[in-house]
């Protein structure tokens, strides 16, 4: 069965560090792009992606603060995320998108909570 499962959400402080991961399983991520979204009560926002040659693309409200990566070994793409704000809390989710077809691999989730 094909599917992605994140992990390293939690609670965290204002101005602290959390580090997500999307693992792929019964898939090789290697051949997808990967996109990172968060969604919060009343929206739902792209806020990185990374393609199968490593082009990365921010959110200007994380850009500087995020890293998006991949490590094709471990078949994991991890989301690094720094300087957290309030702001950030939100249920974080990764898909990601075939190259080749059109498939696309829905995560379910892991929620973030950054108190003040």
């Known amino acids: 069965q094909v599917q992605l499962v994140e992990s390293g959400g939690g609670l965290v402080q204002a101005g602290g560090s959390l580090r997500l991961s999307c693992a792929g399983i019964?898939?090789?991520?290697?051949?997808?792009?990967i996109m990172w979204y968060r969604q919060a009560p009343g929206s739902r926002e792209l806020v990185a992606s990374i393609?199968?040659?490593?082009?990365?693309y921010y959110a200007d409200s994380v850009k500087g603060r995020f890293t998006i990566s991949r490590d094709n070994a471990k078949n994991t793409i991890y989301l690094q995320m720094n300087s957290l704000k309030p702001e950030d809390t939100a249920v974080y989710s990764c898909?990601?998108?075939?190259?080749?077809?059109?498939?696309?691999?829905w995560g379910r989730g892991t929620q973030v909570t950054v108190s003040s």
């Open positions: 019964g898939m090789s991520i290697s051949n997808y792009a």
């Open positions: 393609s199968v040659v490593d082009y990365t």
């Open positions: 898909t990601a998108q075939d190259t080749t077809s059109p498939r696309t691999v």
